[in-house]
């Protein structure tokens, strides 16, 4: 393009093509007109579409969830009863010697299975946020440790009074023999209120207590040992022994009222 003529031969030049355009403005302005028109149509008719409820006569295309997921066609999978967060651990079912976990270090020497770990942390700092002080004073043994506790406990029946025999059998009702224990598993707890720390029928009526009582299940724990399951689990009421199972396997033991036990026995049936 040449535009080295003089200033009144550049000013002429814009002055046409302003007159060209005046001929096709009529045309460039129907084109618009139309073209907003289609448009405001097809946007008019997407948002309808978009805010029309739903028929109540046609399926929901929605993903069910929660109690909806009940009556759906596709229930939810049965739980597993050999699945490692409901492993079966008591004088009936022995742990096996190398039996291995990975374990997630706590404070104070604490640990436990690395899986339920994220739920125990949600759970005690809900249970701080409540205003309470939850103590954690005991969690996974080693083998070594389970035979110490036991020994000992052998030894007080045995200052009592009791036969060998019969000391063990008393003892292994309050500290499980070595092999038998849930701590071995990495998935039980002992927690208490930091204003109770005593392991006795007292612990219940702490603050800390009733609040897991009543929210513990919500985070995948459960009461392991209550005061009228003794007989099925072979172990006296422990208001402070807390076992990892799940959310779901808890949503539904706390449901149905049901120990360990009972529950493995239910599914597996």
């Known amino acids: ?122 759970m005690i700092d809900d249970c701080r946020a409540a205003g309470l002080t939850p103590v954690i004073c005991s969690s996974y043994r080693t083998w070594e440790d389970q035979t110490r506790l036991f020994q000992n406990k052998v030894g007080e029946f045995l200052a009592q009074g009791f036969s060998q025999e019969q000391a063990e059998v008393e003892a292994g009702k309050i500290v499980a023999v070595p092999g038998t224990s849930e701590h071995q598993l990495g998935l039980a707890l002992d927690i208490v209120d930091v204003d109770n720390q005593r392991l006795d029928r007292t612990q219940e009526e702490t603050a800390v207590q009733k609040w897991l009582l009543a929210h513990s299940w919500e985070y995948g724990f459960v009461l392991r040992y209550p005061s009228d399951k003794s007989e099925i689990t072979g172990i006296i009421y422990e208001p402070w022994h807390y076992r990892y199972v799940g959310k779901e396997a808890a949503a539904e033991m706390h449901d149905m009222g049901v120990c360990l036990e009972e529950y493995l026995e239910e599914i597996s049936g």
């Open 1 to 122: 393009m040449q535009w080295e003529g003089t200033v009144k031969q550049n000013a002429k030049r814009p002055v046409r093509r302003r007159k060209r355009r005046k001929r096709y403005m009529p045309v460039i302005f129907l084109l618009c007109a139309a073209a907003l028109f289609y448009g405001g149509f097809a946007a008019r008719g997407a948002l309808a579409e978009d805010a029309a409820l739903p028929d109540a006569s046609e399926e929901a295309t929605v993903p069910p969830t929660g109690k909806q997921r009940q009556a759906t066609d596709m229930p939810p999978a049965e739980p597993d009863p050999n699945a490692w967060n409901l492993r079966l651990v008591n004088q009936w079912n022995l742990l096996p010697e190398d039996y291995e976990i990975a374990l997630t270090e706590l404070v104070n020497y604490h640990a436990v299975d690395r899986r339920c770990y994220a739920d125990l942390q949600n």
